[in-house]
């Protein structure tokens, strides 16, 4: 299946979800037609999936940085907030397409804010203990400024936008 939803990826990312025919998803990932459908009746529920993988996966990533952080490791934590917005930049890029042809974009759109919010929140309250009430409005601030990242940062050249952006997201990591 991984290799499905990879595939059509691909193609949505290319074509958009307009564009993309179930036929040519199933030529891209060497999937019978028949097989294909019994999977996944429409394409968008492909779409949907694909979201749903990514957001899983984005999600799970931060809950892991919850379970690691350590008051005062600001730097690292900033670094590694960072790297979670510019990883995945071909992913991100196409699910933010499947997103808007959603005709329920703007339900799932505040849904998932609201758990990425939530985490990156616990994540700045176990830097700062003691910093709760801050790290609620450093939380919508900071998860901002990572949704701009992939759009600033586009490749290995712009070293120094990143650079730029680590002292902010540090910034507001170590704030109390």
Not at 29 to 58: M, N, V
Not at 95 to 111: F, G, K, M, Y
Not at 121 to 132: D, F, N, S, T, Y
Not at 138 to 157: C, F, I, N
């Amino acid at each position: 299946m991984a290799r499905i939803l990879d595939a059509a990826g691909a193609v949505f990312a290319e074509k958009g979800v307009d564009g993309t025919t179930m036929t040519e998803i199933a030529a891209r990932s060497g999937t019978a037609i028949g097989s294909l459908y019994r999977f996944f009746p429409t394409k968008e529920s492909i779409a949907a999936t694909l979201l749903e993988r990514f957001i899983h996966d984005r999600l799970a990533v931060l809950d892991q940085l919850c379970e690691i952080v350590q008051p005062g490791a600001g730097g690292e934590m900033a670094r590694a907030l960072l790297d979670v917005w510019l990883d995945k930049r071909e992913e991100r890029d196409y699910t933010t397409l499947l997103l808007a042809a959603r005709p329920d974009a703007e339900h799932h759109t505040a849904q998932w804010r609201a758990q990425f919010q939530g985490r990156v929140v616990r994540i700045l309250e176990k830097a700062e203990p003691g910093a709760q009430a801050s790290a609620a409005a450093r939380g919508v601030v900071l998860l901002h400024l990572l949704k701009l990242a992939p759009q600033l940062v586009r490749s290995e050249a712009d070293k120094d936008v990143r650079t730029e952006m680590e002292k902010l997201v540090l910034g507001l990591v170590n704030a109390a």
